[in-house]
């Protein structure tokens, strides 16, 4: 598999994982929280839009997160291989991405979705909160993320199961063990 999407709960291990599977693939690692919080530190004009979502832990618009996904598929890198990683979010998202890849003659090979469960996500976010310095890591605004991912998100599961393109991974225990569930998968 060289064309992929990793999703999963907010503090279900996305980012740790998705470093490690788009070195595996050897693939552009398109992380839209990633690019979101550059254009922040940036304080590009995208950057000033996004905060405002990102801060109450909401989403920043389709219309807004799909140009921007546009722009990076549509770079030389990508070609090859790609994980997706925070996108898409919405069906809306999921669209868009289809259009996009279609256009580019490409498709996802597979959707690596971490599983979790919900008290461990939480305890495990605050622990994050407070290393990472994250404006959206509080407990309010992370368990505002879980409701959303829960009502906008889990969705496309759905979605990419009736594909036959979905591959639910335990997310529990050490990113290593959880690296290495994932790894099966992918080199099938
Ligand atoms: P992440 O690092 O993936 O948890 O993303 C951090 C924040 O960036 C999210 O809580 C959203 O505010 C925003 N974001 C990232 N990806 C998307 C997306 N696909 N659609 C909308 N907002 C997004």
Same mark, same amino acid.
């Given at each position: 598999m060289k064309r992929l999407l990793i999703m999963g709960p907010p503090g279900a291990g996305k980012g740790t994982q998705a470093i490690s599977l788009a070195s595996t693939i050897n693939g552009a690692h398109i992380s839209t929280g990633d690019i979101f919080r550059a254009n922040v530190s940036g304080e590009t004009e995208l950057g000033k839009i996004a905060k405002r979502f990102m801060d109450n832990g909401e989403y920043v618009p389709d219309e807004v997160t799909n140009a921007m996904v546009k722009d990076r598929l549509n770079q030389d890198d990508v070609k090859e291989a790609f994980l997706l990683d925070g996108?898409? $979010?919405?069906l809306d998202q999921v669209h868009t991405l289809d259009e996009i890849l279609a256009e580019l003659g490409s498709s996802l090979d597979g959707v690596i979705a971490l599983t979790v469960d919900s008290e461990e996500l939480i305890e495990r976010l605050l622990e994050r909160a407070k290393v990472s310095g $994250?404006? %959206? %890591?509080t407990e309010v605004v992370i368990r505002h993320r879980q409701t959303i991912y829960t009502s906008e998100t889990a969705p496309l599961l759905d979605v990419y199961r009736e594909r036959g393109i979905l591959h639910e991974i %335990? !997310?529990? !225990?050490t990113p290593e063990e959880v690296g290495a569930r994932i790894s099966a998968v992918v080199n099938r």
């Open positions: 996108y898409p $979010r919405t $994250r404006t %959206d %890591d %335990d !997310g529990m !225990g």
